[in-house]
């Protein structure tokens, strides 16, 4: 795993971590997470602005033009209009963010933790789906345990930030981050010891064998119809098919972690009745 270090701190810290990655450019899940960028946001500025006079009277002032923006892009959310929503929430968005930059000076320590926050966050969230896909094939309860208290350190450092106490936030953030190398390091020692790499590989091999078969069987169903040998063709046609619905079974318990050795040698069976096939054709 690429070493998770802290950059150095902006407005783009606080906004990164705020605006979940839109992956799905479909717009109602881009009008969904920009809304919840917008509480996030909201939240933190309501939580910060007793700090100074001046901040406390641009928050309220702007809150008091973006919360309508956000209560109509809502009604426009129910009514199915969610292009429309979308663009009133990135106007909404845009006025908390004005905020952000003019007392960029002020919140310098909590845009640093917050930058950092964003980073730790992206590679838990990585590793998170990483233990998903391996928990199918190894047992990773230990390392989930670890990936949980992450989670809860990065929760307790967000609140540490909102109260004015991001040194205190490093401190967690470290923690979270040390925690996490050493579940990287827990997963990796557990894939290893199940040998799954090596199984992994050797599926793939069986799978290109499958795929190497199936292609030399069509091009012998082509050969055998050209020669009006109608029977033999359809034999042929015939294992290829039971080679294509073992592949698709195996693959399936393949997702599910539900392979047996069976469900292997059942595959390597029908491959040699391939190549078998192959040979006597051939010769």
Known sequence: MRKIVWAVAGLAALSLLMIPALANNHQQALASKLLDAYENVRSYLLSVKDRDANLSATVDDALSRADPLVEEAKSLMESGDYEGAVLRLREALAILRDVLKQFKEPLKDDLKAFNALRRLSYWLHRMEGLVRRLSKYVNVTSVQEELDAVNSLIQEAKNLISSGNAQEAFSKIEEARNLLKQAHHDLRELV???????????????????????????????????????????EVRKLKWDIMDQVKELRGRLRDGNVT????????ELLRRCKGTLNEYRG
Do not use: H, P, Y
Request: glycine share 2%; proline share 0%; charged share 35%.
């Open 261 to 268: 050795k069976d469900d292997v040698q059942a595959l390597v």
């Open 192 to 234: 290893k010891e199940s040998n799954l790499t090596k199984k992994l590989r050797a599926m793939k091999r069986v799978f290109k064998a499958s795929g190497a078969c199936i292609s030399r069987l069509n091009w012998l169903e082509r050969e055998l119809m050209k020669k009006n040998m109608t029977a033999e063709a359809e």
